[in-house]
């Protein structure tokens, strides 16, 4: 509300301490002895160890001739959206697989959530009376943290699955070995991925006068999918109200819409490859996606990744646990944002609800203290894996009590929440137990289809949206 917006204005404007000073120059050229291959000097955790690194160089150099994914002017354009979030006129809606997977790869997959984003954020928009910037988790999401190098079942250790990208999930000593090869592959399933969301974004599939086909077969007649058409049937009445008011039916938003692919940036191999000069301001970006974030393993201040990111300028977003101490933030933050630049940096925080209310308080304000902009955004994910019947799992209700920590945290502190980060489908799985659709202990055996981390079902993610809209609302 409005006493959020004046506080964010005096941060905004006044702050209390200069971060860094670079003489004016513009951002991004002040970075020392950055390049894209700087990282390679400091520790990088959580790499493969790949058999051969000839075939590694050769890979990467194919990759490093193919064209970029993305354009450096579409980051520019999500990071404005991004900085309009910090300061409460736009909320982030950041969602999708856990892992991205080769065997899980068709248009019916990619097009089910892709169209359970944009009915949340129909629902967050119209609910809360903001712009919803819609980040897919999506393109290009597979490489992945593990927070054991080996797996072990029976008498029988392994190396860790560590996303498609790397080498497969079976439990087979061959498909175990790291393969240089699946770089190129995923860069191709990232491209074609891109190319349909590209294509639904502004092919008229995603535009607002179609909200009513949105809708999943499977969830007509459950409680959200009743709730849903009932709110669809609400913006159809005001846009004809708008129409009626001179807006014109042929008007962008009727036809299409904005969609922003992100996914951590894990794989350095892989992210330099894609690594390219922007020949219009003469700085680097990563054009593997338009957002990357730095996952809760891979922050320390003096290793590759921080390194790596801090001279890309992208848009990107770092995960904080409640292991982050307020000082250290603030280094992170002036590490990756040296300009504070608004939009730039979004801190991503995933605690737990009790962990949040008890840690989040003293992060935001040693943040606001030392007068840095960032976009606080909530994953209310990875502070509540807990495993059941054998199965890694999610409840609804703790995914839900963290983000209701996170908007009452910000409504005592008056700063701002700026987002939600989801792990979730359009696929009607079995993975998260709880909320509407009531997926109970039992039933996590009928469709657990995630090779990682456990995601929230269609049913599930409208639920959240409606509970993100009710807490935008107030
Ligand atoms: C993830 O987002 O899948 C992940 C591994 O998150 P974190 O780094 O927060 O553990
Ligand atoms: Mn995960």
Known sequence: GLKRAVRVQAIASEPRVAVTSNNGAAPGTTLGDWSPESWRKRTAHQQPNYPDKEEVAKACGEIKSYPPLIFAGECRNLQERLAKAAVGEAFILQGGDCAEAFTQFSANQIRDTYRVLLQMSVVMMFG???????????????????????????????????GDIINGPEFTEQARIPDPWRLVR???????????????STGGYAGLKRIANWNLDFMANSD???????????????????????????????????FYTSHECLLLDYEEALTRLDSTTNTWYDCSAHFLWCGERTRQLDASHVEFMRGIQNPIGVKVSDKMDPAELVSLIASLNPDNTPGRLAVIVRMGAEKLRAKFPALIEAVEQAGQVVTWVCDPMHGNTESC????????????AEVEAFFDVH?????????????????????????????????????????????LNAEQSLEMAFYVASRLRQ
Do not use: W
Request: glycine share 12%.
């Open 389 to 400: 019947n054998g199965f890694k799992t999610r409840r609804y209700d703790n995914v839900r």
């Open 128 to 162: 809360g009376g903001v712009p919803v910037v819609k980040l897919g988790r999506m393109a290009g999401q597979f490489a992945k943290p593990r927070s054991a190098d080996l797996e072990t079942k029976g008498d029988v250790s392994l190396p860790s699955y560590r």
């Open 224 to 258: 959200e999918g009743k709730a849903y058409m009932d709110l669809a049937r609400r913006v159809d009445e005001a846009l004809q109200f708008m129409m009626a008011c001179g807006l014109s039916s042929d008007s962008d938003i009727m036809s299409e819409t904005e």
């Open 186 to 200: 995923a860069y191709n399933q990232s491209a074609a991925t891109l190319n349909l969301l590209r294509g639904f």
């Open 411 to 455: 409504d005592a502190m008056g700063s701002v929440p700026g987002g939600v980060h989801l792990e979730m489908t359009g696929d009607n799985v079995t993975e998260c137990v709880g909320g509407g659709s009531a997926v109970g202990e039992e039933d996590l055996n009928t469709r657990y289809h995630t090779h990682c981390d456990p995601r």
